[in-house]
C-alpha cells in the first residue's frame, strides 16, 4: 500500500496533537467553563480524523468522529462540562492514542473494544443537545489605566474575572504572552455570559485600574472561521520556528562519527607533531578546530527543552492522584531548559519514578494531612534548572519524609551496616542506601510505584549518564530527589576486557586487532617479551604486570592479547579475557597523573558496575619503553 | 469597630510604613510576621480581616503562604506587596488565592484603593 510512507509521518503529527489533547484537557479540567481548550481539543481531534481517514485506519476515524461529534457541542455552548465529561473525554483521548499506536503497526484487528465507549460518546452528545446553555456573545475591549505598575497583571485579573462569570476566549494578546512579554494596555476577549453588560463592566473594573471596558456584540462567526482556516496550523498555533524534522537517527549516527573524528584528529595532531613539517601541522591544526566546531554543531542540534518530556507530566500526577485518593498540585519550573536529547530519553523514566514515589509513599492521604496540621493538597514540585555544566533535576514534595530509623532497622536487618557505626552515617549516606539493589523499604508495593522500577535503578541509570542521585528529607515536612546530570554525552565504542575480576575498557579507535597465542609464539628478547605476529615482532606487555594487580599465570597455554595501534607503534597487551564490544559513556575524573597513570576517564556498563576507561598513549608509551630496550 | 489587619513583610521599615498609611487610614494593625511560616501562624491564631503579604520573604515565601492560609481559610482576604518588575511572582500570588497587589515604594491612596477592593 504506498501510503505506508506515511504512517511516520502520521504517527508523528498523530502523537503530537494527542499530547496536545491532554494538556488542554487538564486545562479544561481546571477551569471548565472556558471555550478555548474545547475549541483546540476539537481542532486536534478533527485533524486525527482527517489524517486516520486518509490513512485507512478506520476504527481511529471512528472514534475521532464520535469525539469531534461531542466537542462540536460543547463549541457550541450546548452543554456544561463537568466531572463526568472530562472524564469520558480523557478516556476517549486515550482510546484514541491507543489506537493511533496499534493501527500504525497494522494489527488493527487487536486494538481495544471500543464499541463500548462509542456509544457513551454518544449518549454524551446527545444529551448535550438538550441543555442549551443561554447567554450572550459579547466582544469585549478592556483599557488597563496606564499609570498601573504592572498591567500585565491588571490583564491577567480580567480574565479571571470574566471567567467567574462566564465562558471567556479568543483572548488577545494570548495568556501566555502576559506572562512574559510587554503588555501594551489594551486587552480583547470574547466572552458568554448571561449576566447583563452593566454586571460584566461592573465585574471587570472591581479587578482595579481598569480605565476603559467597552461591550460589542457578537463573534460566533469569528469562531467558526478561525477553526476552518486553522486546519493547517501546528496543534499549538502559535508563531512556528523554521524547523525541520529529523530522524533521531541520523543525530545518533552522527554522533558516532564526530566522536570518532574527534580521536583521529588526536592521531593526526600526534603524526604532524613527529613529522616536523610545520605545513602539515597548520592544515591539521585548522582541521582540527573545524572538526571541534562541527562537534559543537551538532551537540547543540541533540539540544531539546526538557518541557518535551515534562509534558507527559501533569496528566500522569493527574491520573496517579486520582487512584490513590489524594490531592495534589503539581508546579513544573524550567521547562526551557534544554538537554541532550538521547539524555532526555533515559531520565524520563527515573523522573516518572520519583513522582510516583512521592505520590505514593511520600504525599500523605487528605486526612493525614489534616491531622499533621498541613494543608489536605500534597505539594509535588518538579524542576530544571542549569548551573554551570550541569542540569539539576529536581523531585520534591512536602509529605511525610523519610523516616531514618527504618532504614536503619533495615540495614542492620539486611546485614549490610552494624548497628554503631550507623550513629556516625550523615542522613544522606543513610539515605543513599535506599539505592541499594533490594532496598525498598515501602510495605507493599502498589500498582502506581510498584512496576520494578526501584529506586536503584534509578541511581544506576544517573550514574550511566555520568550523573549523581541526592536524597534530602525531613521527617514529617517532605523529601526531595536532586538529578545533577551533564549537560552532555561522550560515546565511545570501547573494547571490554577483563582481568581477574576488573572490567577495563580499551577505546576501539586504538585497537588494531585481537588475538590468541600460545605460549610457544611468545619470545624473549633482553628481558621483555615479544609475540610474534605473521611476520611482525610485537612487543608484548601483560595488562596484569602494568597495572600492578593480578596475577600472571605462567602455565597458561593460550593468552589472549589485544593489539593497540598508534601510528607506527604497536604493541600488544595480555588480558585475562575479552568481554566485548559495548558504547560508553565518558566520565572523566578528577586524579592526578601518578596515581592513575593508565587511565583516562571511567564508564559504567551496561550491568550497573563501574569500569576504568585505559588510556591507549600511556600504555603505548610503556611498549615503546619496552621496544627500546629490547632494540 | 475597626478593621484588623495582620502585616507580614521581613523589613521592620517596610511593616511601619505599611502600618502607618494603614492606621491612619482608621485601621487596627493586631499582628506583624517576618517569614512566611509566621504568616500562617498568627493568620490561624488572630483570623484578622485583612492580611498585607510581601512576595520575598526567609522561611517560606509570601506566595507559598498565601496558599497555604488560602487552602485553611478560604475567605482570606489577602493584599499582595510587591517589588517593581516582579509580574511573573504576582501572577502567581494572584493564582495562590491573593486579591489583589500593591507595588513598593508605596503611594498611600494606591495602597487604600486596593485595601478598598480586597475587602469589597
Known sequence: ?631 | MAQTVLICDDAIFMRTMIGDILTQAGFQIVGEAETGLQAVDKYRALKPDLVTMDIVMPDMGGIDAVREIVKEHPDAKVLMCSAMGQQALVIEAIQAGARDFVVKPFQPSRVLEAVQRVLG
Do not use: W
Open chain 1, 1 to 631: 500500500m504506498e501510503l505506508s510512507q506515511y504512517g511516520e509521518l502520521f504517527l508523528s503529527e498523530s502523537r503530537e496533537h494527542v499530547s496536545a489533547i491532554n494538556d488542554l484537557l487538564l486545562k479544561l479540567e481546571a477551569a471548565p467553563a472556558s471555550r478555548e481548550p474545547v475549541e483546540g481539543v476539537f481542532r486536534s481531534v478533527h485533524t486525527i480524523k482527517g489524517m486516520s481517514a486518509t490513512m485507512g485506519y478506520t476504527r481511529v476515524a471512528d472514534l475521532a468522529h464520535q469525539m469531534e461529534e461531542l466537542l462540536e457541542r460543547l463549541r457550541k455552548g450546548k452543554g456544561a462540562v463537568d466531572g463526568a465529561l472530562t472524564d469520558l473525554l480523557f478516556e476517549s483521548a486515550d482510546a484514541l492514542e491507543q489506537s493511533i499506536e496499534i493501527a500504525v503497526e497494522e494489527v488493527e484487528s487487536e486494538g481495544p473494544e471500543i464499541s463500548e465507549l462509542l456509544a457513551r460518546l454518544r449518549a454524551a452528545a446527545e444529551d448535550t443537545a438538550e441543555s442549551d446553555t443561554g447567554g450572550v456573545e459579547m466582544r469585549l475591549r478592556v483599557v488597563v489605566s496606564p499609570g498601573s505598575a504592572l498591567p500585565a497583571v491588571r490583564a491577567f485579573m480580567t480574565i479571571r474575572a470574566a471567567r467567574e462569570i462566564g465562558a471567556v476566549s479568543e483572548i488577545d494578546p494570548p495568556e501566555e504572552a502576559l506572562l512574559t512579554s510587554a503588555f501594551a494596555g489594551t486587552l480583547h476577549f470574547q466572552l458568554r455570559t448571561e449576566r447583563a453588560p452593566a454586571e460584566v463592566e461592573a465585574a471587570l473594573r472591581a479587578v482595579g485600574e481598569i480605565d476603559e471596558v467597552e461591550i460589542g456584540a457578537g463573534g460566533a462567526e469569528d469562531v467558526a472561521r478561525g477553526v476552518e482556516g486553522s486546519g493547517v496550523a501546528g496543534p499549538t498555533g502559535s508563531a512556528r520556528a523554521r524547523n525541520i524534522r529529523v530522524d533521531l537517527r541520523r543525530l545518533d549516527a552522527l554522533m558516532n562519527q564526530i566522536g570518532e573524528l574527534v580521536i583521529i584528529r588526536g592521531r593526526l595532531q600526534r603524526l604532524a607533531e613527529l613529522r616536523d613539517a610545520p605545513e602539515l601541522e597548520e592544515t591539521v591544526d585548522r582541521a582540527a578546530r573545524l572538526i571541534s566546531e562541527l562537534q559543537d554543531e551538532i551537540m547543540q542540534a541533540r539540544m531539546v527543552p526538557v518541557g518535551q518530556v515534562f509534558d507527559r507530566f501533569p496528566r500522569l500526577v493527574r491520573d496517579a492522584a486520582r487512584t490513590l485518593d489524594k490531592q495534589v498540585d503539581l508546579l513544573i519550573e524550567g521547562k526551557e531548559i534544554e538537554f541532550d536529547r538521547s539524555m532526555l530519553d533515559e531520565i524520563g523514566d527515573p523522573i516518572v519514578h520519583l513522582l510516583r514515589n512521592s505520590l505514593d509513599h511520600g504525599i500523605e492521604s487528605p486526612r493525614e494531612r489534616r491531622a499533621a496540621g498541613k494543608p489536605p493538597g500534597g505539594m509535588l514540585r518538579l524542576t530544571a534548572a542549569r548551573e554551570r555544566s550541569q542540569v539539576v533535576i529536581r523531585v520534591e514534595d512536602d509529605g511525610r519524609g523519610i523516616q531514618r530509623e527504618r532504614i536503619v532497622e533495615r540495614a542492620v536487618a539486611q546485614g549490610l551496616v552494624a548497628r554503631d557505626s550507623m550513629t556516625a552515617l550523615g542522613d544522606e549516606e543513610i539515605f543513599q542506601l535506599l539505592t541499594r539493589p533490594g532496598f525498598s523499604t515501602a510495605r507493599e508495593v502498589t500498582d502506581v510505584s510498584g512496576r520494578g522500577v526501584g529506586l536503584d535503578v534509578v541511581a544506576t541509570r544517573v550514574r550511566a549518564l555520568g550523573g549523581i542521585l541526592e536524597i534530602a528529607s525531613r521527617a514529617g515536612e517532605g523529601t526531595s530527589f536532586t538529578l545533577r546530570l551533564p549537560l552532555t554525552l561522550a560515546i565511545v565504542r570501547a573494547l571490554l576486557v577483563k582481568l581477574g575480576t576488573e572490567t577495563y575498557a580499551l577505546p576501539m579507535a586504538h585497537v588494531s586487532e585481537t588475538v590468541e597465542i600460545t605460549a610457544e609464539e611468545i619470545r624473549s628478547v633482553k628481558g621483555c617479551s615479544v609475540a610474534v605476529l605473521r611476520d611482525e615482532v610485537v612487543p608484548l606487555l601483560s595488562l596484569s604486570s602494568l597495572l600492578r594487580c593480578g596475577a600472571d599465570d605462567p602455565a597458561r597455554r593460550l593468552r589472549t592479547a589485544v593489539v593497540l595501534e598508534r601510528g607506527e607503534h604497536r604493541m600488544g597487551v595480555e588480558v585475562d579475557e575479552l568481554v566485548g564490544q559495548q558504547e560508553i559513556v565518558v566520565k572523566s575524573f578528577d586524579a592526578t597523573a601518578e596515581t592513575l597513570q593508565f587511565f583516562s576517564g571511567a564508564t559504567i556498563l551496561s550491568d550497573g558496575r563501574p569500569a576504568l576507561i585505559l588510556d591507549v598513549g600511556s600504555l603505548l608509551a610503556q611498549g615503546s619503553a619496552a621496544e627500546a630496550v629490547a632494540a
